[in-house]
């Protein structure tokens, strides 16, 4: 999960790509939701662009990178994205999106910018 700066940053994340998908709640909810569940199954999706805020019940278990591209002012913001990470799961469920994985023992945290 990419967490850019702008929507223009975002943007330039969603270059025609088979395994790139924008995740947002500002397309509607029906839409948001039929996106995060693409990611609970779709091997191809690899990664999740974003900008806003992920609604606090938002749970995609398989997520394995949490990357933040923009400074986050907001430590409960920070805890809650960082949270996205370590969700655990099934390893039938992680087979789903990696079928070569065993078992999620991690993930990465990756900070590009400073923040709280």
């Given at each position: 999960?990419?967490?850019?700066?702008?929507i223009?940053?975002?943007?330039?994340?969603?270059?025609?790509?088979?395994?790139?998908?924008k995740?947002t709640?500002?397309?509607?909810?029906k839409?948001?939701?039929d996106?995060?569940?693409?990611f609970?199954?779709?091997?191809?999706?690899?990664v999740?662009?974003?900008?806003?805020?992920?609604?606090?019940?938002?749970?995609?278990r398989?997520l394995e990178?949490?990357?933040?591209?923009?400074?986050?002012k907001s430590?409960?913001y920070?805890?809650?994205m960082?949270?996205r990470?370590?969700r655990?799961l099934?390893?039938d469920?992680?087979?789903k999106?990696?079928?070569?994985?065993?078992?999620?023992?991690?993930?990465?945290?990756?900070?590009?910018?400073?923040?709280?």
């Amino acid at each position: 999960m990419l967490i850019a700066l702008s929507i223009l940053y975002e943007k330039s994340l969603l270059n025609p790509m088979p395994f790139v998908k924008k995740v947002t709640y500002k397309v509607g909810k029906k839409i948001a939701e039929d996106t995060i569940a693409e990611f609970r199954t779709n091997p191809q999706l690899r990664v999740g662009v974003t900008v806003d805020m992920i609604a606090t019940d938002t749970d995609i278990r398989p997520l394995e990178i949490v990357m933040f591209m923009c400074d986050v002012k907001s430590p409960a913001y920070y805890e809650q994205m960082k949270g996205r990470g370590t969700r655990i799961l099934s390893e039938d469920e992680l087979r789903k999106v990696t079928p070569d994985a065993r078992t999620k023992t991690r993930f990465v945290l990756i900070r590009l910018c400073r923040g709280n």
